[in-house]
C-alpha cells in the first residue's frame, strides 16, 4: 500500500474511495487496524471520510446516469465473483480494488506457476476437453477483474475530479454579497377602485375630496382622474419619486420604493393613512381630527407636524424622526412621545430615542445624500432604491464595518453618481449590467473621508 500524507492522497486511492462506495466487515476491520497503526494519521483519514461524503452527496455526485450505473453494479457483483475466486485459490488478502494492477499481475502469476506444475498442455483427447473447460472457467474471473479494475477507476477519476473541482472553485470564486433588489422598470401607479393610472416619474397629485379626484401634474401635462369613495393607493416604486397633497392640506413626498393608502376624504372624527416605505409628510394642523399613520411595525399619531419616517418591509428597523411639533409612537405595547430633532427607532420590539440633525433624514427630499458616519452598507442601499439597481461584492470586504462623510449628490446620470461614490469611498466599480453593478477593491489603508 502507497503512503499516505493528506486527505488527498485518501481520496485518489482506490481501495479507500471502494470501502467508502461498498462498506464490508473485512474493510472496516483493515481500515481500523490502519489508522490504530498509523495515529498520526487520523485527522487527514477522517477529514478524507468527511469530504468524500459530502462529494458523494452532491446531486452531481449521485452517479446516477445509466453508465455509471451499469458500472457500480458490475463492480459490486464482480468483485464478489473474484473474492470467491481468490478464495478457491487459497488467497488470503483483502478483496477490493487498491492496486488493480499488482493485483492482476499477482493472480495470473499464480494462475501460470499453476498450469505448469499441472503439465495441462500435455493432456488431449478428452481430458484435453476437461482442462478447457476448467481453463475457460479459470479465465472468466480475469476478465470479470478487467471489467471491475475499469469501473474503479471510472469511480476513482469521478470522486477525485469532483474533490479537486470542488477545492479550484472555493479557492478561485469567493462568496458574494449583495445589497439592493431590482424590481420591474414600472412607472409610478395610482390605484382607486378598479381604475389604474401609469403616472411620470416625480409627478405631484392634488386629491380634492370634495370633487373625488386627482390633480395629476407631470412633467408635460396636468390631467384628472375620479377617485373612488373608499380608498386610494399610491405606488411608487424603486428609481421613483413622487408627491401627494391629500384632502385635509397634509403634504405628502415618496422616496423609492413606497406605498401609501389613502382616503379621498377623511372621516369627520380622525384622519388616517397607511405606508411602507420612506416619507416625509407635513401634516396640516386639525386639533379635532388627530392625523393617524399606520406602517408595517407601529402606529403614530401626530398633532400638525413635520418628520421623515421610514418603514421598508424588508428592514428589520423603523425610524421616526421630527423636525417640529410632536408625535405619539406605539411599538408592541410601548409608547413614546419625539420631541423636535430627535430620532425614534424601533427593532426587536424596542424603542430607542437619541438626538441628532435631522438634515441628514431629508436631504433626499432636496436631491443629495448628507453623510454623516453612515455605514456603507446603507449607503448602497440608498443608493440602489434610489436608482434600482443591486449592488454585488466580496463577503472579504465587510462593507458593514466601514462608514463615510459627505455629500453624494443624486443626479439624473447614476455614472456621475457612482464616480462621486468612488471618491468618498475609494471604492471602485464595475458595472456588469444597466442594473447590476460589481463594487471592488477596498483600501483599507487610512482614507480622508472613510471612518472606520
Not at 458490475?74 to 487498491?98: C, P
Not at 420612506?278 to 401634516?283: L, R
Not at 434600482?388 to 461584492?393: G, Q
Request: net charge negative; aromatic share 8%; proline share 3%.
Amino acid at each position: 500500500m502507497k503512503p499516505y500524507y493528506s486527505i488527498e492522497d485518501f481520496l485518489s486511492d482506490e481501495l479507500f474511495i471502494y470501502w467508502r462506495l461498498y462498506p464490508s466487515k473485512e474493510l472496516d476491520r483493515f481500515w481500523d487496524e490502519f489508522i490504530t497503526k498509523n495515529d498520526h494519521l487520523k485527522t487527514p483519514f477522517e477529514k478524507a471520510i468527511e469530504e468524500f461524503e459530502s462529494i458523494n452527496n452532491l446531486p452531481a455526485a449521485k452517479f446516477e446516469t445509466k453508465t455509471l450505473r451499469e458500472l457500480k453494479e458490475i463492480e459490486r457483483i464482480n468483485t464478489i465473483s473474484l473474492i470467491g475466486e481468490k478464495q478457491i485459490n487459497g488467497e488470503n488478502q483483502i478483496s477490493g480494488v487498491n492496486h488493480a494492477t499488482e493485483d492482476k499481475i499477482t493472480w495470473e502469476h499464480q494462475v501460470s506457476e499453476k498450469n505448469q506444475a499441472s503439465g495441462k498442455n500435455q493432456f488431449s483427447g478428452k481430458n484435453q476437453v476437461s482442462i478447457d473447460n476448467q481453463k475457460s472457467k479459470k479465465a472468466k474471473p480475469k476478465i470479470i477483474y478487467y471489467i471491475t479494475s475499469a469501473a474503479a477507476v471510472a469511480l476513482i477519476a469521478l470522486i477525485t475530479t469532483l474533490y479537486f473541482a470542488d477545492i479550484k472553485k472555493s479557492e478561485s470564486e469567493p462568496e458574494v454579497a449583495s445589497i439592493g433588489e431590482v424590481m420591474p422598470d414600472n412607472s409610478v401607479q395610482l390605484y382607486s377602485g378598479n381604475r389604474v393610472m401609469a403616472l411620470d416619474n416625480n409627478s405631484a397629485l392634488k386629491i380634492s375630496g370634495k370633487d373625488k379626484t386627482a390633480l395629476i401634474e407631470d412633467a408635460d401635462s396636468d390631467h384628472e382622474m375620479l377617485l373612488d369613495n373608499v380608498s386610494n393607493r399610491l405606488v411608487v416604486p424603486y428609481g421613483h419619486r413622487s408627491s401627494i397633497l391629500l384632502s385635509d392640506g397634509s403634504m405628502v413626498y415618496l422616496n423609492s420604493g413606497t406605498t401609501i393608502e389613502f382616503p379621498t376624504e377623511f372621516d369627520n372624527d380622525k384622519r388616517e393613512i397607511s405606508v411602507s416605505g420612506e416619507i416625509f409628510i407635513e401634516v396640516e394642523k386639525d386639533e379635532k381630527k388627530p392625523f393617524i399613520i399606520r406602517t408595517p411595525k407601529s402606529i403614530i399619531t401626530v398633532h400638525g407636524t413635520s418628520f421623515n419616517l421610514s418603514s421598508y418591509a424588508d428592514e428589520m428597523s423603523e425610524s421616526v424622526v421630527l423636525l417640529e411639533g410632536s408625535v405619539e409612537i406605539e411599538n408592541s405595547g410601548s409608547s413614546l412621545l419625539l420631541k423636535p430633532n430627535q430620532k425614534a427607532e424601533f427593532a426587536e420590539g424596542k424603542i430607542l430615542c437619541k438626538n441628532i440633525d435631522v438634515s441628514e433624514y431629508i436631504s433626499w427630499m432636496k436631491g443629495y445624500l448628507e453623510l454623516n458616519n453612515i455605514p456603507l452598507t446603507d449607503l448602497l442601499m440608498k443608493i440602489s432604491r434610489y436608482y434600482n439597481v443591486k449592488f454585488r461584492f466580496s463577503n472579504e470586504m465587510d462593507l458593514s464595518v466601514h462608514r463615510c462623510m459627505g455629500k453624494l449628490f443624486l443626479s439624473d446620470n447614476l455614472d456621475d453618481v457612482l464616480d462621486a461614490f468612488t471618491n468618498l469611498t475609494h471604492l471602485s466599480y464595475k458595472k456588469e449590467s444597466d442594473s447590476m453593478i460589481y463594487i471592488n477593491d477596498l483600501n483599507i489603508e487610512p482614507m480622508k473621508r472613510l471612518i472606520e
